[in-house]
């Protein structure tokens, strides 16, 4: 008897294994909410402080900070311009590539999407590139960058300022969010019941084209490039190395907050900054929690699957493209290759300026260059290993904090807490409603009044970088989780299996594959990120790849090698994303297109 | 009570207290009434090597900074920012625990902000031999001159002739429809030479002949009306805008500018590095011009301090000062020194009409208004 109440009195100290668990699930969301809210309110607060502003102070007074509302009408324009790019260019590929049967379809899925884990830097380095004066746009006319002939024509009809620069912008931002459209509509088209449009088509309500695509097409696939643009809005919204480069003249209010983040926050010293920072952070974040909502509203309707019948049998049905279908698809890809061959083939050319003409040769001394660097910039050898290291920390982070995040929000589900699980849902999306320049200004001003000694810390990037990248490990894992199949863990538990072994077999198994695929996600974002780590940059001494192209670009160029050292380090930094990216690809399931 | 409860509480807790806990109103107000000079500096963990804070077009080179290395022993490491708004913003930053030891880039019009807010300490180079016009403004210890050169505005004469324009002879010109859009300016909320030209057009519209036609604010918002182009740094508007420089050969440029703020050594720089061609020239305007000089200093909280001062010393002594011009494109702070002939290099540097009504009291009093009036002023949305 007393052996048994001493059992029960152990059993009752002995914590059970689900409180273990529910203790470190606890743990860990409070470190992530902690980890990701304690920068920005600190940064805030010290904002409030330095300008003696309140909150409605702050978002009251937009208008009267410098550049404020110009960076405002100018964002909104274009990212909407963008957005609509995106589905004009996007809509048609996704629909040729959706409705037939294509040889080495995730060849092709892999070539439309691999702008999307581009760098930024990389992608800007490819446009301008391909715009310069002996780019390929301007030996047929249309420059994009001087402004000259059917473009300076333009301008001057029309009045408008620099529209050779907006065209370089929204197509840029059309070509990064392509593979959004792509993994959005493709996999709702198909898989669609073709007999849902040849019975219309015999309706008065589908006898022609206009009727079925009211009473078809826009119901269908509506809500999905919806969805789609929503996502290129936000992300043409926070644009910053691509607006940086391409858009000189003009502010978006994230560049407009680049440019003064430096001088933000210091307590009397150029006040204007820190009232700028404050005012434009407070109304891009509403702006962007608003997009994300609606963008959440769309992506509830978008997943009220209509389709219901195997993709392959519907491809069968549509049989082998045509040519239109062919002709789409190549110029597609070849949209999406430009600005990369355009990046190889000018790291290896310089120019040459004889008798006032310039003329560019082919050298290898870009390349040396870019290995060696010298005292002002880095070398490439030197960054990129910077940049692995970071992008390793910052996977060794992300990816275990995204994992259990995920398994929370599944649990939650699972358990009834549908509104707690939505709500951890949303804030593990909030890095993303901050932008990335957002989060590493409250990294650099929450920071300093905190801790200015870790200003001297050569991991500081990785904090940033941990809360951009966590977001896209839980988008990738949530589903994982979603797709699992119960029985097998039930089945390990019936087996008696230990516990670590019934998780090995009934679930670590099936989420092997996500895991790569956030894995080599987390590892390419961060290594292309550039908005957190340019700010952190200019105030310490992290260089990064993307950073040290940034840095390159921006030199004082009479140095005619400096322009193929920067490309160099630009394809460096492609063909290791590259390299990652088709390793995930090699882990991503077959029918595995949507999320990141 | 319910456990979904509990855990919002503990939720709500958790994060309130982690906000809120450690920012205490007491932590908060000494932000507020933070004294520049009382403040508590960490001096930087000295790891052996010579840290320097500079601007990105500081034109050392490697070789130079080798010979440094053979002679001292000592290494050296830059830390390169975008322009000398950049140098400041960054010593003011890590003002409490900074980052390097040196500082090389800060001129006369951001010099006394840097020494108001004792970001500097003093150094152990004498400053004799320097040249009287490099002195005149700041011969304190706190920092040492190590190149000057006189702001004024540069202009494409072959693109004023194709377009049949006249050459300015008033600033006011600048504000006629001729010109519109066809100027580009240096913001001077970040860039060195675009705040030493502001400080040109307070001299310009403070003193005769300017002041008979309006202020200063008036004229900046004139040029603003008048389509002129804002950029951050120096290096966007020469190199990106403006028609008569290097950068029409350059990957990137824009052009649309046939003005801009530059040294009226500009065209000097421009023939010396394309063999005695240019067709950019400097405008000498009376009082339109303004002297700058760029100073080297240690900053407080340096760990390097020996090696900071044998760097200015190194960098300011004849030997290597007498090369400023082919460095750094600027003149050499050292008496007995000149632009060399090499290409037309000292042909094409016009002298400014420079005045001397702009002192360093003046600025430390009075740039922090300027720059809220030229803000203002070119506000046209």
Not at chain 1, 381 to 393: D, K, P
Not at chain 1, 574 to 594: I, K
Request: aromatic share 12%; charged share 15%.
């Amino acid at each position: 008897m007393i052996l048994v109440a001493g059992a029960t009195v152990k059993q009752r100290l002995k914590p059970s294994q689900s409180q273990v668990q529910k203790s470190f699930r606890t743990l860990v969301v409070a470190v992530f909410l902690i980890g990701t809210m304690l920068p920005f309110v600190y940064a805030f607060i010290r904002l409030k402080m330095v300008t003696g502003w309140t909150v409605w102070q702050a978002l009251s007074g937009f208008d009267t900070v410098y550049g404020g509302s110009e960076a405002l009408r100018f964002t909104l324009l274009e990212a909407f311009a963008s957005s609509m790019l995106t589905v004009i260019i996007g809509l048609p590929i996704a629909w040729f590539l959706s409705r037939h049967q294509w040889k080495r379809i995730r060849l092709l899925r892999a070539f439309l999407a691999v702008p999307f884990v581009t760098p930024a830097i990389v992608a800007a380095m490819g446009f301008l590139s391909l715009i310069r004066q002996d780019g390929i746009l301007t030996k047929i006319g249309i420059d994009l960058r001087l402004e000259e002939g059917v473009i300076g024509w333009f301008a001057e009809v029309s009045g408008w300022q620099h529209p050779g620069h907006f065209i370089a912008l929204i197509t840029a931002h059309a070509w990064f969010n392509l593979s959004l459209m792509i993994r959005f509509v493709e996999p709702t088209l198909s898989s669609l019941d073709p007999a849902w449009e040849e019975q219309l088509s015999m309706l008065p309500g589908g006898k022609t084209r206009i009727s079925r695509l009211k009473n078809l097409w826009i119901p269908v696939i509506g809500p999905a490039v919806l969805c789609a643009a929503s996502l290129s809005f936000l992300f043409s919204f926070t644009s910053f190395a691509l607006v940086k480069w391409l858009a000189p003249t003009s502010h978006t209010l994230e560049s407009l907050m680049a440019e003064a983040g430096s001088s933000a926050g210091i307590a009397g010293y150029r006040i204007e900054s820190s009232e700028l920072i404050y005012s434009v952070a407070l109304l891009q974040f509403l702006i962007l929690l608003l997009t994300l909502w609606i963008t959440a509203l769309l992506q509830k309707r978008y997943s009220e699957r209509l389709s219901l019948l195997s993709e392959q049998g519907v491809r069968k049905h549509h049989g082998p493209p045509t040519r239109l279908a062919k002709l789409v698809i190549l110029l597609g890809i070849l949209f999406t290759l430009l600005p990369f061959v355009s990046v190889l083939l000018s790291s290896f050319q310089a120019r040459k300026i004889t008798n006032g003409s310039v003329k560019y040769e082919w050298t290898l001394e870009g390349w040396s260059n870019a290995w060696s660097g010298d005292l002002s910039t880095m070398g490439v050898g030197e960054a990129m290993s910077n940049s692995i290291i970071y992008a390793l920390c910052t996977l060794l982070v992300a990816l275990p904090l995204g994992w259990v995040l995920a398994s929370t929000i599944f649990k939650l589900e699972q358990s009834g807490w549908s509104k707690s699980s939505k709500l951890l849902d949303l804030a593990c999306m909030l890095p993303l409603a901050i932008s990335a320049l957002m989060v590493g200004l409250g990294v650099l001003l929450g920071g300093l009044r905190w801790y200015p000694e870790m200003f001297n810390w050569f991991l500081l990037p990785v904090y940033p970088h941990v809360l951009l990248t966590v977001p896209f490990v839980v988008r990738v894992m949530l589903p994982a989780y979603h797709s699992l199949d119960p029985a097998y863990a039930e089945q390990c538990k019936m087996l008696k299996l230990s516990p670590l072994r019934t998780w090995h077999h009934g679930t670590f198994m099936f989420l092997r594959g996500p895991a790569v695929v956030a894995g080599s996600l987390t590892l390419a974002f961060s290594l292309g990120e550039f908005g957190a780590s340019w700010l952190l940059v200019r105030s310490g001494t992290w260089d990064t790849l993307s950073i040290v192209v940034d840095q390159l670009m921006s030199r004082p160029n009479f140095d005619p090698l400096i322009h193929p050292t920067a490309m160099a380090a630009a394809t460096m930094l492609m063909l290791l994303t590259f390299a990652l990216f088709l390793l995930a690809e090699r882990f991503r399931a077959h029918d595995q297109r949507s999320g990141f | 009570m319910n456990s979904k409860i509990k855990a919002y509480l503990f939720f709500t807790l958790l994060l309130t207290s982690s906000v809120s806990g450690c920012l205490s109103e007491e932590a908060l107000e000494s932000l507020e009434s933070e004294n520049p000079c009382t403040s508590e500096i960490q001096v930087r963990e000295s790891d052996g090597t010579l840290k320097i804070l500079t601007y990105d077009i500081a034109g050392f080179s490697d070789e130079l900074i080798a010979q440094f290395t053979d002679e001292t022993g000592v290494q050296v490491e830059f830390i390169r920012t975008d322009d000398a708004g950049g140098i400041l913003d960054q010593m003011m930053l890590t003002k409490s625990a900074p980052l390097a030891d040196l500082m090389i880039g800060l001129d006369n019009t951001y010099l006394p902000t840097a020494i108001q807010n004792c970001l500097l300490m003093e150094h152990s180079v004498s400053n004799e031999s320097f040249t009287a016009t490099s002195m005149e403004f700041y011969d304190g210890p706190l920092a040492l001159p190590f190149d000057e050169g006189d702001v004024c505005l540069n202009y494409d004469e072959d693109a004023l002739a194709a377009a049949n324009m006249s050459v300015p002879t008033s600033l006011w010109n600048l504000t006629e429809a001729e010109w519109n859009g066809k100027m580009t300016f240096p913001s001077p909320m970040t860039s060195s030479p675009g705040r030493a030209f502001l400080a040109a057009t307070v001299d310009y519209f403070g003193n005769s002949p300017g002041n008979e036609s309006g202020n200063m604010s008036s004229w900046w918002n004139a040029v603003a009306q008048n389509g002129a182009i804002f950029t951050s740094g120096w290096t966007e508007s020469y190199v990106n805008y403006y028609t008569g420089g290097y950068g029409e050969y350059m990957e990137g440029h824009i052009g649309g500018a046939y003005l801009t703020v530059s040294y009226c050594h500009s065209p000097g720089v421009e023939a010396y590095f394309s063999e005695n061609y240019t067709h950019s020239t400097s405008l000498v305007l009376p009082r339109a011009s303004f002297h700058q000089v760029e100073y080297t200093g240690i900053i407080n909280g340096a760990a390097e301090v020996d090696a900071a001062n044998q760097f200015i010393e190194f960098i300011t002594s004849i030997e290597v000062n007498a090369n400023m011009p082919d460095y750094n494109s600027m003149y050499s702070v050292r008496n007995d020194t000149d632009l060399p002939e090499t290409n037309g290099y000292r042909y094409h540097a016009d002298q400014a009409n420079v005045s001397t009504a702009i002192t360093q009291d003046l600025i430390e009093q009075n740039m922090d208004d300027w720059l809220e009036s030229w803000q203002n002023a070119v506000r046209i949305n």
